[in-house]
């Protein structure tokens, strides 16, 4: 009798132990599905919240770092590729001395037998007005490009005309 009371006191423990395994099991599942639920709800506040950095408008549009120098290195290259003129341009002005000259170009002077010293040539007007003359060079070049640039574009971009 007593070795049936001990198999039926074990079979109940056993029972037991696997209905408290199965609430062990089960309170896990919620707790782990509480831990899952708590951790999204805490990404959707940071994707929410304005002074975070993974707030969600500036994930969208606000580009990485060294992206748009990428993007504008990139540009520069196929646009040096295309008008490979343009640098060819930019060699030949700059091969040109745009400073400031303090004294001026110095006059052509003769010397005749009756006269004397005699000024062929004076640069008086052309040292006064060098600035002026230099500016008006400059957009008289500068309008020859964009006439020579809206003429080719259509050609260089695909277009006949």
Known sequence: MFGQLD?????ITGA?????????????????FFDTAGNFFIQTLDYINPLSDNFLPKIIFVP?????????SDLNDSI????????????ILSS????????????????????????IVNFQYLNDHSVWIKGLSSAFVYFL??????????????YMH
């Open 7 to 11: 198999s039926l006191a074990s079979g």
């Open 16 to 32: 037991i132990g696997s209905v408290a395994s199965g609430i062990g099991s089960i309170s896990s599942s919620i707790g782990s």
């Open 64 to 72: 990485s770092d060294g992206f748009l120098s990428d993007v504008f």
């Open 80 to 91: 040096a590729y295309k008008f490979s003129w343009i640098n060819d341009l930019k060699t």
């Open 96 to 119: 040109f001395d745009w400073s400031e000259k303090t004294g001026g170009i110095d006059n052509i002077h003769a010397v005749l037998p009756i006269v004397g010293d005699v000024t």
């Open 145 to 158: 490009i964009c006439v020579y640039v809206v003429r080719t574009a259509p050609s260089l971009l695909g």
